[in-house]
């Protein structure tokens, strides 16, 4: 992509005995007609158009089977549990971990 613009840039003096001046600026796309405190700067850029592409972020995430690992409930896990039931409902209960494929 490229642009060609001008910029205007004007010099103001505070009053007539101060050599102090403030800027201002504005841009144009067409020559400009310039008054006597004004002075033009014409600009080309050139940009490439991938500037403004937007880019996708993309991730792909796989976890193997064999990674995977079954959980481990050992006897103080199961103590715990049946303590805190006890002790929000009053409930004694017993607790059985039954392997899946016994179950079928």
Known sequence: MNISQYIIIKGTKRNSYSTYRTYTSRMTMNSPALKSDEVAVKVSIELPDALFERTALQANIKVPNDVVSQPVITADVIDNVQEI?????????????????EAE
């Open 85 to 101: 039931i006890k002790q929000n409902t009053g409930f004694d209960v017993k607790l059985q971990i039954i392997d899946k494929e």
